[in-house]
């Protein structure tokens, strides 16, 4: 089937620094892209997600940037915080149409450390 | 929003036996799936719980390894049979609901995860 992203890197930054986390996706006909964190011992809490008719969106201290010309995804956390570290997912589907976003296709994730 | 608990939260188990892990939403909904994480990996979607009808299973999963129910609509099993310790893995649960006033689109809640240790 179709991937999304390829390695299971990791980040290191310093407290009230900005992170970026980024990954690429293969399917072309992708319509819904989601970021997801996972803390230690629990499962993926959503961060933000966007749709493929746009290319950029922002919540709080966050915003994900969507390159369709090159298939990639990011996700960019400002004033990072301890609290951030987790491991980091991209995911995509080809919605199930309306509001629902159907099946979903993981990345490899990206490890996040905050020193503080 | 949607809060799923799952049972049990870990086990470990033995080669060959089987072990069937709940999934309990605290709302009525009507897409949920079945995810396994192998450790220090991504999530992989195993099936689709339907309710009143057999689950759909991705490339790679078959029934008869991984049952599924789907009494109602705010409860699924998975069961792991004829366990291995290749089946070592958190299986999680997810369900997908609305976000309320924060959006007109769904959002896929996941449950904890069940920990599964095969010695």
């Known amino acids: 089937g179709e991937s999304v992203g390829l390695h299971l890197p990791t980040l290191s930054v310093q407290e009230g620094d900005n992170s970026i986390i980024n990954c690429a996706y293969s399917?072309?006909?992708?319509?819904?892209f989601i970021w997801y964190k996972q803390e230690s011992g629990k499962g993926p809490q959503f961060i933000i997600d966007?749709?493929?008719?746009?290319d950029k969106r922002q919540g709080q201290r966050v915003t994900v940037l969507l390159n369709k010309t090159v298939k990639h995804l990011s996700l960019q956390i400002a004033a990072t915080q301890p609290g951030d570290s987790a491991v980091y997912f991209c995911?995509?589907?080809?919605?199930?149409?309306?509001?629902?976003?159907?099946?979903?296709?993981f990345g490899q994730g990206t490890i996040l450390t905050v020193h503080p | 929003s949607a809060v799923i608990s799952q049972k049990p939260s870990r086990d470990i188990c033995q080669r060959g036996t089987s072990l069937t892990i709940q999934c309990q939403v605290d709302?009525?909904?009507?897409?949920m799936f079945w995810y396994r994480q192998q450790p220090g990996q991504s999530l992989t979607l195993i099936a689709t719980?339907?309710?009143?009808?057999?689950?759909?299973?991705e490339s790679g999963f078959v029934i008869d390894k991984f049952p599924i129910s789907r009494p109602n609509l705010t409860f699924s099993t998975l069961t792991v049979s004829n366990m291995s310790p290749e089946d070592s893995s958190i299986y999680l649960c997810?369900?997908?609901?609305?976000?309320?006033?924060?959006?007109?689109?769904?959002?896929?809640?996941f449950g904890p995860g069940t920990r599964l240790t095969v010695l």
């Open positions: 997810s369900v997908e609901a609305s976000r309320g006033s924060l959006s007109s689109y769904n959002e896929q809640f």
């Open positions: 399917n072309s006909a992708s319509d819904y």
């Open positions: 966007i749709r493929s008719n746009m």
């Open positions: 995911a995509e589907n080809i919605g199930a149409g309306g509001t629902s976003y159907g099946k979903l296709t």
């Open positions: 709302s009525q909904v009507t897409m």
């Open positions: 719980a339907n309710q009143g009808s057999e689950a759909t299973y």
